[in-house]
């Protein structure tokens, strides 16, 4: 069973920088994905940044390109979301979830196409940005 637990949220003013972890366990042993997606009070959950375990390709949401990047230590059980020059529309909710999805799903249907495929969650840490 994957666990994730995700750590590093809390009060940043605008224009800083914050990074989360999440540290995962039981990953699946096949291709899968694993990355960050956020919710923000009264809007939908959406995907930020993900990792294809199999070949490493590495994918942005058009909003936090330039701004956020996505990494995994050497023994990929953490993960991790160096978020730099934060804005207030960056608060919300920041959830670590890892689905087991084929390579190459996201090249054909999009980043956002993995916010209703991943199969476990984190409880989520909430991001703050003051203005």
């Known amino acids: 069973q994957v666990q994730l637990v995700e750590s590093g949220g809390g009060l940043v003013q605008s224009g800083g920088s914050l990074r989360l972890s999440c540290q995962a366990s039981g990953l699946p042993p096949n291709s899968y994905y694993i990355g960050w997606f956020r919710q923000a009070p009264g809007k939908e959950r959406e995907a930020v940044s993900c990792i294809s375990h199999n070949d490493g390709n590495v994918y942005y949401a058009d909003f936090v390109k330039g701004r956020f990047t996505i990494s995994r230590d050497n023994t990929g059980n953490t993960l991790y979301l160096q978020m730099n020059d934060v804005k207030p529309e960056d608060t919300a909710v920041y959830y670590c979830?890892?689905?087991?999805?084929?390579?190459?799903?996201?090249?054909?249907?999009?980043?956002?196409?993995?916010?209703?495929?991943?199969?476990?969650w984190g409880k989520g840490t909430l991001v703050l940005v003051s203005s």
């Open positions: 979830a890892v689905g087991s999805i084929r390579q190459g799903y996201v090249d054909d249907y999009g980043l956002d196409s993995l916010t209703s495929r991943m199969d476990f």
